[in-house]
Antibody, heavy 118, light 108 residues
Framework: EVQLVESGGGLVQPGGSLRLSCAAS????????MHWVRQAPGKGLVWVSR????????TYADSVKGRFTISRDNAKNTVYLQMNSLRVEDTAVYYC???????????WGQGTLVTVSS | DIQMTQSPSSLSASVGDRVTITCQAS??????LNWYQQKPGKAPKLLIY???NLETGVPSRFSGSGSGRAFTFTISSLQPEDIATYYC??????????FGQGTKLEIK
């Protein structure tokens, strides 16, 4: 059974940093692209970032470029999202997601809540 | 950037009704469109990929169609467990992805 389990969310002040983790199991992690998708309270889904299976290629939404960094450790079956210079508008549930194709998100974690507030 | 516009934003229907949601892309995206279901407090679930292909294990009352700029998602006979918010998502603009704003479906 495929499982994605996020952790690392919490309350942080504006300008602060947080690192999210997503531990994967039940599939060949090192063969899959991984993504982060976020959802602000009561709002829709927004794609944030993706990383290639070997970690050599990364892409970011314009809203987080230069502030967030996605990385992965294939030995630990884990993908990370380092979030710096956090803003109030970054408040959201952050989901990690993946799938057998880069076209869609077949597997999702349960999400971790990040709240940016003073 | 490609914008995705769903309509309606919310919808109330009765059990057994046929329900249709539309998704309009700001430019031609061929069939590069997926549909997701999200129940309250849960992660999204992939239902339809490549505009019309049913994901494994998804009931056949769900279907999708369309190409170019206009797409349709249909539930042929609404069931109580279908209460959720539905999102379209395009991948023509890789490496970036865009979701529609969502359609909240309620039981009348």
């Amino acid at each position: 059974e495929v499982q994605l389990v996020e952790s690392g969310g919490g309350l942080v002040q504006p300008g602060g940093s947080l690192r999210l983790s997503c531990a994967a199991s039940g599939f060949t992690f090192s063969s899959y692209w991984m993504h982060w998708v976020r959802q602000a309270p009561g709002k829709g889904l927004v794609w944030v970032s993706r990383i290639s299976s070997d970690g050599g290629s990364t892409t970011y939404a314009d809203s987080v470029k230069g502030r967030f960094t996605i990385s992965r450790d294939n030995a630990k079956n884990t993908v990370y999202l380092q979030m710096n210079s956090l803003r109030v508008e970054d408040t959201a549930v952050y989901y990690c997601a993946s799938g057998g194709s880069v076209r869609f998100f077949e597997y999702w974690g349960q999400g971790t809540l990040v709240t940016v507030s003073s | 950037d490609i914008q995705m516009t769903q309509s309606p934003s919310s919808l109330s229907a009765s059990v057994g009704d046929r329900v249709t949601i539309t998704c309009q892309a700001s430019q031609d995206i061929s069939n590069y469109l997926n549909w997701y279901q999200q129940k309250p407090g849960k992660a999204p679930k992939l239902l339809i990929y490549d505009a019309s292909n049913l994901e494994t294990g998804v009931p056949s009352r769900f279907s999708g169609s369309g190409s170019g700029r206009a797409f349709t998602f249909t539930i042929s006979s609404l069931q109580p467990e279908d209460i959720a918010t539905y999102y379209c998502q395009q991948y023509d603009d890789l490496p970036r992805y865009t979701f529609g704003q969502g359609t909240k479906l309620e039981i009348k």
